[in-house]
């Protein structure tokens, strides 16, 4: 073994006892001798190790974040406040094993997800969890952070997931030297991580624990023990606190124990996260739309504290509401610096009398804006909250629908500017680089007023805009440009109908299936539907009742704007099929082998049910392919794939 291997895996054994066991055996004088060594052989030969440890210094900042699709979408959790909630999710896990289950219940955390991805041993990338399937290659970023390796002996391709953090030690000793102060961690490690120079990262020393594998390309699935025996295996930090219960009733007891702990850890956490041990059980649950069947996030009680209230603001919405907003002396609330709070409406300022310069009672919960529950206390100088009667942005007589106050005018511009942001939004348009700011500035300086004005906008147009230079304009229009052809749910959502959000919005495309068949609906269809209530239903036979609206579809079609539904069956080679990719592809990217197994009639699945009609398999397929023999499913190899993408 030549001096620079010994050296690397002495160096990589003494850091994994120091960031990952808590239990350094060296002194950092020993350690810093042997890396200077280190560092000079690899000068001087002008080669290194992929597992070096020189390689997780900071280097140059990058110049943005590159996007990058994961092999396995990151699902969120679904979340309970209440032990009768977790309560429902435990029977509910009973009913279908039809016995009582084993468990597992680990500390929450409150960070930034990442994911990183290894291949035939190697670490090749990390990303942020993002919408759950692309995130942000942020690899620069954590190789600066020693909590997990370089080199691992699984040779598979895998990804493990983990939650970034930043101790509440390392913060408070980062603060007291700091030119500008981090308020708490949970921005100070998604700030860390999410930062385009990777010196700043590493001097903010955030680490990562892991908690999962997010995708396993050989072998069987893992259980949630098992996957917690392979990350510790394999050399990545986890937290000590893992708990494996056989019964509802150890769960509940586990949440107590920590609860009553969490205040005395080092790292901030909001709850505790329960998920089904069995693997197999895992797999007859399954997924909804947004989170595992088989977990589930319990929130703690939410915090309260007292503050003064200084202001009350009225900020008009997308659809005229004004929503008071209250200005707050700044508290500490739950590891963040409070300084706002959301008020409902007039009428729940009357209920809970608040009044200004009293002192309220505010409580953050479940990582939205605070609430204020009311007033602990009046002075001599606490006055009434005033109800206005005109529009703060442009001065229109209010009108008062129940208990909430409206601006009429469409043209208002605060509205105007919401209604352009929420339509180019990721879940609605999706027309990336188009902000709030964006839309402020071509309402105001280029009199944009329908959405249909954006597809008439022209590199001139943003010439003369502060911000906007050549690449930055041809992006923007590229994208817009690209958004012409919007699946019909994204669309339905994006142009804003009352009451309609984005699951109403994917429940109206796969019944009505087109623009102008939900146009033509009745109310008897609509509330017939399982998700459509009276007060949504007549929102949409309003909505399309409105001239404006019905002026804006047409304008909207006249410049290109065609919803397509996704669904519609396509016809091709893998019409009928319900097709799953295992292993890796020499010539396609996973990504792009399934849109062009959907552009031809097929359905892509994660996994092989007994629904699957056809595997394609590719190097170093694992446990799917195993899988899919047993039950006798079709499977063909890359060859014959190809083939048939070209009959």
Known sequence: MGRKRELVDVLNKWAYEYYVLDNPTVSDKE?????????????????????????????????????????????S????VTKEELQAFLTRVEKTAGKETAYTVEYKFDGLTVCLTYDKGAFVRATTRGNGTVGEDVTAQVLT????PLKISYQ????????AVIRLSVLDEYNKTAAEPLKN????????????????????????????INYLSEGAELSQTQAHDFLVKEGFKV???????????EVLAAIDEIESERRKIDVLTDGAVIKVDDAALREEMGFTDKFPRWAMAYKFEAEEVTTLLKEVVWQVGRTGKLTPLALLEPVELGGATVSRATLNNYGDIIRKDVKLGSRVLVRRSNEVIPEILGATEHTQNSREVEKPTLCPACGCTLEEVGAHLFCPNRACLPRVVARLDHYASKNAMNIDGFSESTAQLLVEKKGVQNFSDLYRLTAEDFADLEGFKDKKIGNLLTAIERSKAPALDAFLFAIGVAGIGRVAAKDLAVRFKSVENLKAATFDELIGMENIGEITAN????????????????????VGVRPVWSEEKKEGVFSGESVVLTGSLSGYKRSEAQKLIEARGGVCQSSVTTKTTLVIAGEEAGSKLDKAKKLGIKIIDEERFKQMLEE
């Open 539 to 558: 929102a949409i036979l309003e909505y399309f009742k409105d001239e404006s609206n019905l002026l804006e579809l047409a304008a909207l079609e006249s």
């Open 31 to 75: 350690y810093d001798a042997l890396y200077d060594e280190l560092k000079r052989l690899e000068e001087e030969s002008g080669e290194a190790y992929a597992d070096s440890p020189t390689r997780r210094v900071g280097g140059d900042p990058i110049k943005g974040f590159e996007k990058h699709t994961h092999i396995a979408r990151l699902f």
């Open 145 to 148: 952070i020693k909590s997990f």
């Open 77 to 80: 959790l679904d979340k309970s």
């Open 156 to 163: 598979g391709l895998l990804e493990v997931r983990g939650e």
């Open 239 to 249: 937290f000590p606190y893992f708990k494996v219960c056989q019964t509802g009733e």
């Open 185 to 212: 961690a949970r921005n100070a490690a998604a700030g860390a991580i999410r930062n385009l120079d990777p010196k700043i990262t590493a001097s903010r020393r955030p680490e990562i624990y892991f908690y999962d």
